[in-house]
Nanobody, 121 residues
Framework: QVQLVESGGGLVQAGDSLRLSCAASGRAFTTYAMGWFRQAPGKERKFVAAIKWYTVYADSVKGRFTISRDNAKNTVYLQMNSLKLEDTAVYYC?????????????????WGQGTQVTVSS
């Protein structure tokens, strides 16, 4: 069992930066692939980024967002730069026991409760 708790969300202006954190409890954190998804109001949840021994990003965030992990702290991060209005969403952290299919919701075993990110003009 893995429990995930996101933090770091907030209200920022377009062009600002924000770093989200996801703290994981439970054993064997290093064996899990970790991902970030987001869900805007009235829209479906979408993939943002994932990290295993490689990283993968959605096209919409490539070059602006960076996913990283600190295995000593059981934490995964999402550094978000040059934020845009369309980045406004609830951001969810997720853990997967797989090494593939990391861009789909069904590829993940555990989910956090989410943290709100609001980008204003």
């Amino acid at each position: 069992q893995v429990q995930l708790v996101e933090s770091g969300g907030g209200l920022v202006q377009a062009g600002d930066s924000l770093r989200l954190s996801c703290a994981a409890s439970g054993r064997a954190f290093t064996t899990y692939a970790m991902g970030w998804f987001r869900q805007a109001p009235g829209k479906e949840r979408k993939f943002v980024a994932a990290i295993k021994w490689y990283t993968v990003y959605a096209d919409s965030v490539k070059g602006r967002f960076t996913i990283s992990r600190d295995n000593a702290k059981n934490t995964v991060y999402l550094q978000m730069n040059s934020l845009k209005l369309e980045d406004t969403a609830v951001y969810y952290c997720a853990a997967s026991s797989r090494s593939t299919c990391l861009q789909v919701i069904g590829g993940y075993d555990y989910w956090g409760q989410g943290t709100q990110v609001t980008v204003s003009s």
